[in-house]
């Protein structure tokens, strides 16, 4: 009876007042004071309203059901389908969309319906590996935003891949603690290909100029991470250098002069195919016939094997030194040993002069670091 009075009177009043009423009726069914003759008829009034010709009652609708854990499913799935602004208060607040309802949304394409999904309170790991996967770029930076999402690291990956040249959704990926030391190093080459490409470097500093320089900011951030990567993730960062062709015999000479063996161990392992026991037992104690035949099995030729053979010894020698490691003092007693080498053998010289290029890098991050910590210190 009461169904059919309000469907009369709802013929003749108004927008207004239709809005009103809507906002009574949910406010009404929210609290749940209600006997199941009552919830039955106001759930009927309910998808009555769903119909209403004007949007501001529906908007009335979603705005008094958005939040309500009871609200009737087909009433709030209809809503989530409705015109822009009634979809977007469901989609982002209600409790009664589950994983696959938010996942339908998210496949549908529409950037402004995802972005209302990267809003909500809580994004489950599904729900966000379906935004990593299909997500408009705008969509995906709002997720990245939300400190409530759960995104497994597989999904971080695929963003990168994704939207790696994108230069917002880069820098949100920086920030991430949980970004995987590969797709870092991913990110690190992209960035430093979109520097190299832009106008402003082209125009300030020229093309070749801004190429160099890019090439060796990225070059220095790939050895820093090499150096800071946690123990699980060197394999992981090892593959991915590998397969980049980045594990040249001057970025593991440097890593071995800075006295990085575990990094420089774990690609030993992964370019020799030699086990990780063996590849360490060799470095640490091995004859230099051992360290010979290591090293010639990465590909190494017979000019060079000798000078990473002397690389591993000045290690052995200075990591048995009290003041630890230096990494300037390793190279440049490397260069001086294998100086009349380089005259004869264009290998080696060539090796030696990277090694020695990469060492000014590192030199120059390394004052620049302490410079940073002293004006650290002075604030």
Aim: glycine fraction near 6%.
């Amino acid at each position: 009876m009461i169904v059919k009075s309000f469907l009369k009177w709802s013929e003749t009043a108004s927008t207004s007042e239709r809005c009103r009423a809507t906002k009574a009726l949910t406010q009404a069914y929210a609290e749940g004071h209600m006997d199941p003759s009552e919830r039955n008829a106001a759930e009927a009034a309910l998808s009555f309203l769903l119909e209403d010709p004007s949007p501001k009652v529906r908007l009335a609708l979603a705005e008094g059901l958005a939040t309500v854990e009871h609200a009737p499913r087909s009433i709030v799935v209809a809503l989530a389908a409705d015109q822009l602004e009634v979809a977007g208060r469901i989609i982002a607040l209600s409790p009664v969309l589950g994983d696959s309802d938010l996942i339908e949304i998210v496949a549908s394409g529409r950037s402004s319906l995802q972005q209302f999904v990267a809003f909500r309170r809580e994004v489950s790991v599904s729900v966000a590996a379906a935004l990593a996967e299909v997500g408009t770029a705008r969509a995906v930076a709002d997720m990245l935003d939300n400190p409530q999402v759960s995104v497994a690291r597989i999904s971080v990956r695929r963003i990168a891949e994704r939207f790696g040249d994108d230069a917002e959704i880069r820098s949100r990926l920086f920030d991430r603690t949980d970004l995987p030391c590969d797709v870092r190093q991913q990110l690190v080459e992209r960035l430093g290909a979109a520097l190299a490409g832009s106008n402003f470097i082209r125009s300030a500093i020229g093309g070749s100029r801004g190429r160099k320089v890019t090439e060796e900011a990225c070059l220095s951030a790939t050895l820093r991470l090499a150096e800071t990567v946690v123990q699980d993730e060197i394999p992981a960062l090892v593959e991915h250098l590998r397969m980049s062709g980045r594990l040249t015999p001057a970025f593991l000479m440097h890593t071995l002069c800075a006295g990085n063996v575990d990094f420089f161990a774990a690609a030993v392992v992964s370019l020799s195919g030699i086990s990780d026991s063996r590849v360490r037992g060799i470095l640490v104690d091995g004859r230099e016939a051992a360290m010979r035949a290591l090293y010639r099995s990465i590909g190494l030729d017979r000019e060079l094997a000798p000078v990473f053979v002397t690389a591993t010894l000045l290690w052995r020698a200075a990591s048995h030194r009290s003041g630890g490691m230096d990494t300037g003092r390793v190279s440049s007693e490397l260069m001086s040993r294998h100086a009349a080498d380089a005259q004869r053998q264009p290998a080696v010289a060539d090796l030696l002069r990277l090694v020695e290029s990469l060492h000014l890098i590192w030199h120059r991050q390394a004052s620049r670091d302490y410079a940073h910590a002293l004006a650290a210190e002075a604030a």
